[in-house]
């Protein structure tokens, strides 16, 4: 494009540099897709520091030029420099102004205690100085608008992990990016780096979010196979859940974004399958033990499994278990009936028990104390049932208690005293 910056005055100097790839000295000072905006040509550069101030000068053929791209300042010397002699990151520029004298005009550049001071031979400082100024101002808002939406998402990433209420976080990081966008498509901002750099970060973040709900699902579903395998049935029926509750998320979350992740899809559905499995299998142990209940003729044994039948179908309802699946449904809903099932099979069982203590008490009070305690865990088993639902009357349990506490005290004076 330009041969040498020397022929930027024509072009260029103090106005926005429109050239799509420029091509020259300019061209290779540039880094990336980096593009040259204003330029201001002069003799000399002052250049300010805490501790001193230096003059810059070319030699006396060649002018200095103060080239603003849509991401730096650059000084350089000469019309082929191999590299700036000073550069500013737009970013970081906390002042540009032109201060009027009686014989010029100077643009002064501070970054924090570092100052450029140019007084211009050709170009439009006042020109220079907004459009720096401007692009300052949207750099800082986009910067601060990025940081700190990085910093909900880290608070947000966390209370996904951990289950808690996420509440409107989501939105506030939204409206972060927004904020930012709206700065960097200002009238005055001609660079497509700031709104580049929005949408790396919402990708990076949308990202983040969704591995927090994959980690979620995984770290639950680890725990569902965990308690299942040890027939921990509130544990499980929670991790379960937990697990459902975060692919639902997940997915609403996926449907959310312009490009969602392939793979992050294939992954979502290959622990769906897998949760979809932990289900499966528990509500299979439970059709299985309630079959085993309704079949057992042995009292023992329709005891256990209508108890263990309540236990699983109540884990399930306390951990808030729904789901439209038909291989994963579980009798929620008939808890009232299960559990008026499994208090009679507790009492009926207790009442054997009894029986058998008494039969036991003329030839062996150590075996008949044995049932009688056995049959005190039944009556307490179903006692605590009739507590939380409405299938009896707690009082009736204390009775039985107290008469079989009286059975096992006889045993014990009638063991004590042979």
């Known amino acids: 494009m330009f041969d040498s910056i020397q022929e930027l005055p024509d072009t260029a100097l103090g106005n926005v540099v429109t050239a799509d790839s420029p091509s020259g000295p300019v061209a290779e000072l540039l880094e990336g897709d980096e593009q040259p905006r204003h ?3 002069g003799d000399s550069v002052e250049y300010e520091t805490a501790e001193r ?18 991401d730096r300042v650059l000084v ?18 906390s002042r540009a102004a032109v201060e009027v004298g009686l014989l010029s005009s100077t643009l002064v550049v501070e970054d924090g205690a570092e100052a450029i001071r140019l007084s211009p031979t050709h170009g439009d400082p006042d020109a220079v100085a907004e459009y720096i100024t401007v692009m300052a101002e949207a750099y800082a808002d986009v910067e601060d608008a990025i940081t700190s939406a990085t910093e909900m998402t880290e608070e947000l990433e966390d209370q996904v992990r951990e289950g808690e209420t996420i509440g409107y ?34 990708e990076a973040l949308n990202r983040r979010y969704v591995d927090a709900w994959v980690d979620q699902a995984r770290d639950a579903l680890e725990r569902a196979e965990r308690a299942l395998d040890a027939d921990e049935y509130t544990p499980f029926c929670e991790a379960y859940v937990t697990a459902a509750d975060a692919l639902t998320s997940l997915r609403d979350v996926l449907s959310n974004l312009d490009d969602p992740p392939e793979e992050v899809s294939d992954e979502v559905e290959e622990t769906a399958d897998a949760v979809e499995g932990v289900a499966e299998a528990y509500v299979e142990s439970t059709r299985n033990v309630y079959e085993r209940a309704t079949d057992a003729d042995a ?28 291989s994963t449904d579980l009798p929620i809903s008939e808890i009232e009936s299960i559990a008026e099932a499994t208090v009679d099979a507790l009492q009926r069982h207790a009442d054997a028990l009894m029986r058998a203590g008494e039969r036991a008490l003329d030839d062996d009070v150590s075996e008949a104390r044995e049932y009688f305690e056995r049959a005190v865990t039944q009556i307490r088993q179903a006692q605590e049932i009739v507590e939380t639902q409405a299938v009896g009357d707690s009082a009736t349990y204390d009775e039985q208690l107290a008469e079989l506490q009286e059975k096992i005290e006889v045993t014990e004076w009638e063991w004590g005293g042979t």
Request: hydrophobic residues 35%; glycine residues 2%.
């Open 39 to 41: 330029v201001l040509a």
């Open 53 to 70: 101030t230096t003059t810059l000068e070319p030699d006396s053929e060649h002018h200095a030029y103060l080239i603003v791209t849509d």
């Open 76 to 93: 350089v010397l000469g019309e082929r420099p191999s590299d700036s002699e000073i550069e500013f990151e737009l970013r970081s520029v």
């Open 169 to 202: 976080l989501r939105l506030q990081i939204q409206s972060e990016l927004s904020d930012a966008r709206y700065s960097a498509t200002h009238e005055k901002i001609h660079t497509d780096r700031l709104l580049e750099k929005i949408e790396s970060t919402e």
């Open 299 to 326: 009292a023992a044994v329709t005891a256990t499994c209508w108890l263990e039948t309540y236990r699983r179908v109540m884990a399930a309802r306390e951990a808030g278990w729904e789901t439209t699946t038909d």
